[in-house]
């Protein structure tokens, strides 16, 4: 099973108006996540879906301690979203349930996320 045969399931619940079990939904965001980390690498960009995980993309300034130059953060929700191209870059932006603050922190670029397949 991929990042993204999780996501779709997680996504049902949600087109449902049901809460998805929250192991189901953690797996379905860390592994999204651990997805675009192997393609876009790097420690310009830190991308926060709480509670369940943060990691570092885009190559560039390379951030160690304190906040980053650059944060994107929203909920499982919009992320998973974005991750399988069900929502784009703008229109999350638009809703308000996306915040992306600093240099690069646009990923739109690496949205939706490539499975693998």
Partial sequence: MTWSDTATEVLGFYARDEKPP???EKSAVKTS???LVEL???RAVEVRI???AAVQVIGGTSHRRGTPPAVVECDAR???RLATGAMTWPE???S???HASGAR???SAHLPIDDGH
Avoid: I
Wanted: proline share 12%; aromatic share 8%; net charge neutral.
């Fill in 78 to 80: 919009t992320w998973l």
């Fill in 92 to 94: 999350a932006l638009m």
């Fill in 22 to 24: 929250r192991e189901l």
């Fill in 33 to 35: 996540l651990a997805r």
């Fill in 96 to 98: 308000g349930s996306l």
């Fill in 105 to 107: 922190s646009d990923l």
């Fill in 40 to 42: 876009a690498p790097g």
């Fill in 50 to 52: 709480p509670p369940y």
